[in-house]
């Protein structure tokens, strides 16, 4: 199994560009989320989905819009690029139900000029 | 806002000593996780305590937990220098949906 898979690794914009960051899991999990990690301040959820076609938002959803078509795939859009959207963003997924551990990708490094 | 947050910020030791690693969080929990972070790469899970847990072991690892003061505490025994890294806790407080992280604590490993 690949487990969870981000791409791109690495992306420059430039403030207003809008861009996808892709995850895809191959473990079946019903459970996908995205979390952005900033300096000193740990993960903090953006969204999060418990199925295909079920999205909910987490702490800091302004700004990203998720969907959820199938199982595998849950991908992450900017609309609008600014500035403080630098930040490396990883997806994670799990099983649903209580006390399964998160799955993480090896993120994506955004960074918007 | 952070659930949990991470004490010390950094840490510094020699291989062979033990690093103990403390977590504090706000509300009442399902359970607390631990999970480990190493430089450029996702993070990666390393043991699970449930709310009416009080310790647990896996290999190196001891976490506990007291719920009456909302702390937990990872212990990492005879350490390599393979152990540094960030480690970070996170507690589910919402049916698993909202798992909350720390601003973690860096471990560093000296051989």
């Known amino acids: 199994n690949a487990g969870v898979t981000q791409t791109p690794k690495f992306q420059v914009l430039k403030t207003g560009q809008s861009m996808t960051l892709q995850c895809a899991q191959d473990?079946?999990?019903?459970?996908m989320s995205w979390y952005r990690q900033d300096p000193g301040m740990g993960l903090r959820l953006i969204h999060y989905?418990?199925?295909?076609?079920?999205?909910d938002q987490g702490e800091v959803p302004n700004g990203y819009n998720v969907s959820r078509s199938t199982t595998e795939d849950f991908p992450l859009r900017l609309l609008s690029a600014a500035p403080s959207q630098t930040s490396v963003y990883f997806c994670?997924?799990?099983?649903?139900?209580?006390?399964?551990?998160?799955?993480f990708g090896n993120g994506t490094r955004l960074t918007v000029t | 806002s952070q659930q949990g947050e991470e004490d010390p910020q950094a840490l510094s030791i020699q291989e062979g000593e033990n690093a103990t690693m403390n977590c504090s969080y706000k509300?009442?929990?399902?359970?607390l996780q631990w999970y480990r972070q190493n430089s450029g790469r996702g993070l990666v899970h390393l043991i699970l305590?449930?709310?009416?847990?009080r310790e647990k072991h896996s290999g190196r690892l001891r976490v506990t937990l007291d719920t009456s003061k909302k702390s937990s505490s990872l212990l990492i025994t005879a350490s390599r220098a393979a152990d540094t890294a960030s480690y970070f806790c996170?507690?589910?407080?919402?049916?698993?949906?909202?798992?909350?992280f720390g601003g973690g604590t860096r471990l560093m490993v000296k051989p």
């Open positions: 305590i449930r709310s009416n847990e």
């Open positions: 996170a507690t589910d407080a919402n049916a698993g949906n909202m798992l909350t």
């Open positions: 473990m079946n999990h019903e459970y």
């Open positions: 509300t009442s929990i399902n359970n």
């Open positions: 989905s418990v199925g295909a076609g079920i999205t």
């Open positions: 994670a997924s799990r099983r649903q139900g209580d006390n399964s551990p998160l799955h």
